[in-house]
């Protein structure tokens, strides 16, 4: 069993114990934390504590965490929109509300069990049992292009072309505010945030190397449409990087304001660009992706308003 500590710091001086775990640990859910402080491998100070407990500063909260127990990933047929398929890769349009892979408290209805059942189980084993055939991620609200390994071999060869920023991912957004330049670049290390470890953050003491190549495709007086074309790609780094410079993805709840006037189920990003060379013909190919209902609705009201 694996034991977790840390100590509470001024931010999150009379916070209840159950909040600031679910902030700190991510990968858990509410409930599966609460759980754990009932069965009592919950402890400040040494002592076992409820879950409604109030924090104070200098609190050492240590929390033991049970060893996974890695559950069966049920293939299931849910429907995909398949934009190029072969031996070797296949590309999807994923949906807005469509985690990628399983995780604690989210084991069904992703993009691997659906593709579990299309592909009949066969997708590259690199990533282990919970990411079959996953060589890159986009988030539960990012729609757009995502490319899948049916073998290991398929998975090796665009590991590597991750590794050496050779992918082209260009994707598009709307972000709050008017640009000064019509194109520019953000270059800022981002690593997990330091108090909400559900966030990111480019002042982070353990960020990674990151760089989001920006263009300017139509303005809207408060509201700007870019094209985002990423040369890394660490976790939520469009998202994190737009809101770094004053611009925040609209309808991101995490990194901008939690109240826009429009009717938005998370943010505005889209993969739509997505170019790479093939794993076995060596032969460049580059898919495109139209952007969705909801997103084409938005750019026609922000053109009627501006």
């Known amino acids: 069993m694996e034991k977790l500590v840390f100590t509470v710091d001024e931010d999150n001086e009379n916070q209840r114990i159950d909040k600031y775990l ?38 050492i909260v ?65 990533n282990g049992v919970m990411r079959p055939g996953i060589v890159h991620r986009i988030d539960k609200d990012t729609t757009g292009l995502i490319v899948i390994c049916k073998n290991d071999i398929a998975h090796q060869s665009l590991a590597n072309q991750l590794k050496e920023h050779s992918i082209n991912r260009v994707y598009h957004t709307v972000v709050l505010g008017n ?52 040369e890394t790609g660490r976790t939520h780094q469009i998202r994190v ?8 993805i609209l309808g991101d709840e995490l990194y901008g304001p939690s109240k826009q006037p429009f009717k938005l189920d998370g943010q505005t990003l889209h993969a739509k660009v997505l170019g790479l060379v093939h794993p076995t013909t060596k032969e460049y190919l580059e898919f495109e992706d139209e952007l969705p209902d909801y997103f084409v609705e938005l750019i026609e009201k922000l053109r009627y308003n501006k």
């Open 22 to 59: 679910v902030a700190m640990l991510p990968e858990f859910t509410r409930s599966h934390i609460q759980s754990n402080i009932k069965d009592g491998l919950v402890t400040v100070d040494e002592n076992v504590v409820k879950a409604n407990f109030r924090l104070s500063q200098g609190d």
């Open 62 to 126: 240590a929390v033991q965490v049970p060893e996974p127990v890695t559950p069966d990933i049920v293939a299931e047929e849910i429907p995909l929109n398949i934009i190029y398929e072969d031996n070797d890769i296949i590309v999807i349009s994923k949906p807005k509300n469509m985690v990628v892979h399983p995780a604690p408290g989210n084991y069904s209805g992703t993009l691997v069990n659906a593709l579990m059942h299309h592909c009949k189980g066969e997708l590259s084993g690199i």
């Open 179 to 230: 640009f000064k330049h019509d194109s520019g670049i953000v270059d800022a290390p981002i690593g997990r945030h330091h108090i909400n470890r559900k966030k990111m953050s480019t002042r982070s003491r353990s960020g990674r190397d990151a760089m989001t190549h920006y263009e300017v495709v139509e303005r809207f007086g408060n509201y700007t449409y870019l094209a985002c074309r990423l």
């Open 241 to 248: 990087h737009m809101a770094s410079i004053g611009h925040p």
